[in-house]
């Protein structure tokens, strides 16, 4: 198991959210494949790298932050099949990169352009995806 407690206390903010997030990734990969006990560690392990990276602040359209939703969303909704997580966590990231993005440079913009593009995808197919289970479940 990977310690996130290997950087040092100088590593901070932006540097520490990347490596922590890349920590929750490995985790979710594994957890894609993995069975029984070994699943539920994987699982534990990502969901607590991902904690940790989501609780340093970065700004909201600042692209490893969105890439962090990103990723940790599609964890939520994939791996712990917890798809209200997954959608809240999303939707909240969406909503606080677009009240600042006409803030951003463009180079800054473009950055963080394409990943809201992948959430907002993200959150139509998985609503659609919700509307017809729903609709399944009414007939």
Known sequence: MINV????????GEPKAFFVKMVGDYYRY????????????????ALKAYDTANGIK?????????????????FH????KNHKAACDLADQALQ????????LEEDDF???????ELLKEN?????????DA??????
């Open 77 to 80: 909704y994939e791996v712990m």
């Open 123 to 131: 959150l139509t197919l998985w609503r659609e995806e919700e509307e």
């Open 134 to 139: 729903n609709q399944i479940d009414d007939l």
């Open 5 to 12: 407690e290997v950087l040092n206390k100088t590593c901070d």
């Open 30 to 45: 594994i957890a894609e494949n993995a069975k029984g006990d070994n699943l539920e560690n994987v699982k534990q392990s």
């Open 58 to 74: 970065l700004p909201p359209c600042n692209p490893i932050k969105l890439g962090l939703a990103l990723n940790f969303s599609v």
């Open 110 to 116: 473009r950055d963080a352009k394409s990943i809201i």
């Open 96 to 103: 606080d990169a677009l009240d600042k993005i006409d803030e």
